[in-house]
């Protein structure tokens, strides 16, 4: 049994005043929709400020998230009047999906979305949050894991913390992920069934039967 994914991925960061979706707001979106496919083909890519009229943005923000958004000009985008209200911007991004994706979900991908960006999307674009399927491509959890492993990109000091900057930032380290994973599949396979490092490792679960079977995690996946 294969896993079926959606055809398309948006990969998405938001830009926020804090990190607390009920008191916080988001300032900026940026996005990339992409294909769902190892390569991820970009389709279109997005990028906007976001205003909130009557709202003093810079008085919700604490000393490190001033510090970060003065250093980067967001704030100072903001300030001058640049982006749309959320709702405009969710209307934006809604267009693009509608172009290209149809009445298809699409997966929302990024770093630390899981946790972070969805919620802030539930909270202030729910038509959006409607669209994504209700997993992600969660490329932090990725990374944390990869460094357990012993390997290691860039570091997040590196990130600029602008939304489509950072958005394609996680676009690329993505692709390498999916291109080591790749690397790793085409070697276990010539190695042969019985020597298969990965179904060596997943017959160490064959006590874990979630699908109420004895067959072992792998079994099941096939």
């Avoid at 049994?1 to 707001?25: K, N, Q, T, W």
């Avoid at 009229?53 to 510090?67: I, Y």
């Avoid at 172009?99 to 969805?118: N, T």
């Avoid at 692709?175 to 017959?203: A, C, H, I």
């Amino acid at each position: 049994m294969g896993v079926s994914l959606p055809p398309y991925a948006l990969f998405l960061d938001l830009e926020c005043s804090g990190s607390h979706e009920d008191r916080d707001v988001i300032i900026e979106v940026g996005c990339i929709l992409t294909s769902c496919s190892p390569g991820f083909e970009v389709i279109e890519e997005y990028s906007r400020p976001v205003q909130h009229p009557g709202l003093d943005v810079r008085s919700m923000m604490d000393e490190v998230v001033l510090a970060m958004h003065t250093r980067n000009g967001l704030l100072a985008e903001i300030e001058s009047g640049i982006g749309a209200t959320p709702d405009l911007v969710e209307q934006d991004v809604l267009k693009m999906i509608d172009e290209h994706a149809k009445d298809s979900r699409v997966v929302l991908a990024g770093s630390g979305v899981a946790h972070f960006d969805r919620k802030f999307i539930k909270a202030e674009m729910p038509q959006l949050d409607h669209r994504l399927v209700y997993y992600s491509l969660d490329i932090g959890t990725t990374r944390r894991l990869a460094r357990l492993a012993g390997l290691s990109l860039s570091p997040d000091s590196g990130k600029p913390h602008r939304a489509l900057p950072d958005a394609q930032l996680a676009l690329a380290e993505a692709r390498v992920y999916v291109e080591w994973l790749s690397r790793l599949v085409t070697t276990d396979e010539k190695r042969g069934p019985d020597q298969s490092l990965v179904r060596r490792g997943y017959s160490g679960y064959s006590g874990y039967t979630p699908y109420g079977n004895g067959r072992g995690l792998w079994e099941a996946w096939d």
